[in-house]
């Protein structure tokens, strides 16, 4: 949405965006609309189930972290080749990063959070601390900070003094809620929901911080199927062995990968009831 709008509004004439290779997408791919996409590829695809390390953490935080400096050349050979004007940043982690590419090419360094990121539901110990250290040592080299939503505003206003934040809901497009695109019935199709049986949504990220066991526990418990739970989102392979593995056992329990940003209001409006 982001680079649709202002390559749309003639903002940018073009916009690079770099990322993670993985199996079935392309290293360098254009779209139609003026987008052009980097990803590299790095150790943890040739380690895709870190499940074998399962024993070894300190042996995956060496894989991690080695993937995580090769990133980071990609990234500064990226922005040196490109010679970009402005450079945003998503992640409070990659900061440190994005910042050394805007200082090579000079380039203007936006933040733009897509939440409050040192408070995050998983965050916690060291992992948190160090997070912390790196956003109040590099928040203040932005030209500008943008968040989504007013309440996010208030506390970094109020945590770092920051003058030249900004707010931009993350919100759907109109185009993508008329009434005529919305298919109320998607859920009750695809997993054939009796129509007497009520519908609860969990969208978003699976993970043990968001409550995705204690749901699976919960509607797992139920004696009938008066009332389905449907997981709609992404998470590790873990987790989503998990759901699957409940879907099978449970008949109120179904699993929905990710769908397109276009389609997501058709299967929030065909669930009874949201939960978080």
Known sequence: ????????????????????????????????????????????????????????????????????????????????????????????????????????????????????ETERTHLSGLQKKLEKIIEKKFIYSCSQVIVVCEPILKWYKEEYKLSNIYVVRNVPKKSDIKRNNIHNDILRETFDIPHDSQIVIYQ??????????????????????????????MGEATIIEEIKKFEEECVNIHYQPAVNMQDIISYTSSADIGIF
């Open 1 to 116: 949405k982001e680079t649709q709008f202002t390559l749309k509004e003639e903002i940018f004439t073009k916009i690079g965006v770099c990322g993670l290779w993985s199996d079935g997408l392309p290293k360098l791919e254009s779209l139609d609309w003026g987008l052009e996409l980097y990803r590299k590829k790095t150790l943890l695809n040739y380690f895709k189930n870190m499940n074998l390390f399962s024993g070894f953490k300190v042996l995956r935080r060496i894989i991690a972290m080695l993937s995580l400096v090769q990133y980071g050349v990609f990234v500064i050979k990226t922005t040196y080749k490109l010679k970009p004007t402005h450079i945003s940043c998503h992640n409070v982690i990659l900061l440190p990063l994005v910042w050394l590419s805007s200082r090579i090419v000079r380039a203007e360094l936006i933040y733009v959070p897509h939440e409050l």
């Open 204 to 233: 978003g990220i699976f993970g043990s911080a968001r409550g995705t066991s204690d749901l699976l526990d919960i509607f797992s418990s139920f004696e009938d199927d008066n009332i389905h739970l449907v997981l709609m989102g």
